[in-house]
């Protein structure tokens, strides 16, 4: 959309037959699950030129936000760009400075994207552009860490979930309580025999409402001093919500918005019921057999990860995208690399309250900059010395960030969204 507004000439590769990515349950690549909603608010997450119709609920369901996306693509005339059923297996440089795009048809993939059996098309062809933007998300290639034993029941990743018909009449072990974690184990109730989670670290949860209103909306109009907010929004969510202590899980060892918070007070509802039955860490499994780490003990019949997801962009050389070592690539903004000025990494970031409209910007500021250094633009050419800097901790707006993985890519909203206008301001005055 950007890129087309600025006037490039852009192409597209996606692996299914449509727009919508994981939005789409019926693309054989989502992650997504039958009763997902948005845990955003949508007018806290839509894009700005393109609302959201009034009457879509305030967190709408997975198939709208499939619908969105398909009147968004008609909308801007975007699919006519794209090449659908598509797999890129390789994006390098070549010797001329250009990028060769070599794809195949995506018929017999895996899950995963990956070819099936390790099978290569007869029918790759190669491309030559002058710039390459990836954009093909963060939550696709499931995080599956090594189990303390062997389990002899069910195994899967909250990825493979889909409908609870799973858990009918099973004894469910649900490990971790991030947002997918905790609508599996809401899901579950209604059809397991017994549902336990299992949590090694404190939470904070949020309910999607305060005083009928969408929790996102609430507070903004008056800039308060980080650690003011954190201590003020930290009393807030213990008024209405009580601490995780109170629903027997572990309370968060760290201050509000250092890691992300989960956005469900059903599930607490249902551990307060006794629907749901609180568990510490994995000690030991054998057989159908769970200890835990204060020495209780169960048994299940399934046990499903809901530990999140890695970054992978197996297309790619790592080295090509200054990435040494770490869990995500070291870019300015998370966007720009630091000596390839044709090279973008789009959306590869996490925020609280960030939206689509965030990503947007992202992708208004690349295509001002390769329009903008193109003329000389000096905004340009300050953008680009920037970058050869690296990374920036001021967009993490002085939040000590748990140092875990999946927290690799996260932003302070203001402090990110702050940058990129200043920048996107800068290069659309004239030179």
């Known amino acids: 959309r950007q890129l087309l507004a600025h006037g490039f000439n852009v192409r597209g590769y996606e692996l299914h037959d ?13 992650t997504i699950y039958a009763s997902a909603h948005l845990i955003s608010s949508k007018r806290m997450t839509e894009f700005a030129d393109f609302p959201m119709r009034d009457d879509v609920a305030d967190y709408p369901h997975h198939r709208e936000l499939h619908r969105y996306f398909r009147d968004y693509a008609d909308h801007f005339g975007l699919r006519d760009v794209y090449r659908f059923r598509t797999r890129v297996v390789d994006v390098r440089r070549t010797t001329d400075g250009h990028w060769a795009i070599t794809s195949e048809p995506a018929d017999g993939t895996s899950a995963d994207g990956a070819p099936a059996n390790g099978a290569t098309s007869p029918h790759r062809s190669t491309d030559l552009v002058d710039a390459v933007c990836i954009a093909t998300g963060t939550l696709h290639y499931p995080h599956r860490p090594a189990l303390p034993g062997s389990f002899d029941g069910t195994l899967l990743h909250s990825a493979e979930y889909r409908t609870p018909e799973l858990f009918r009449d099973q004894r469910v072990l649900i490990v971790g309580c991030g947002n997918s974690g905790a609508d599996i184990a809401v899901d ?3 059809a397991a025999r017994s549902v336990d989670l299992s949590v ?4 904070y949860f949020l309910p999607k409402y305060i005083m009928g209103r969408p929790t996102d909306t609430l507070g903004g109009a008056i800039r308060l001093p980080r650690a003011v907010k954190q201590w003020l929004d930290a009393l807030l969510i213990r008024v209405v919500m009580g601490t995780p202590s109170n629903y027997g899980l572990p309370d968060p060892d760290y201050r509000m918005y250092e890691a992300h918070p989960v956005i469900n007070s059903l599930v607490l509802h249902h551990l307060g019921q006794g629907d749901i039955t609180p568990r510490r860490d994995l000690r030991a499994i054998h057989g159908h057999t769970v200890t835990f780490a204060d020495g209780a003990q169960a048994d299940y019949d399934v046990i499903l990860l809901a530990t999140g997801y890695e970054l992978r962009y197996p297309f790619i050389d790592p080295a090509a995208l200054n990435w040494p070592s770490g869990a995500a690539p070291q870019l300015y903004l998370n966007v720009f690399h630091p000596t390839d000025d044709t090279l973008f990494m789009m959306g590869m970031l996490e925020a609280a309250g960030l939206g689509w409209e965030g990503r947007n910007q992202q992708a208004r500021l690349v295509a001002l900059y390769l329009q903008q250094l193109a003329a000389g633009h000096p905004a340009a050419r300050a953008l680009q010395a920037r970058a050869r800097r690296g990374v920036d901790p001021s967009v993490r707006g002085g939040y000590r960030y748990l140092p875990l993985d999946r927290m690799a890519t996260y932003v302070h909203k203001g402090s990110y969204q702050r940058t990129v206008s200043q920048y996107i301001r ?4 004239k030179a």
């Open 426 to 429: 800068a290069l659309e005055r």
């Open 18 to 30: 449509d727009v919508g990515g994981l939005w789409d349950i019926a693309n054989p690549y989502s």
């Open 200 to 203: 090694r670290r404190g939470y």
């Open 188 to 190: 579950a109730v209604h």
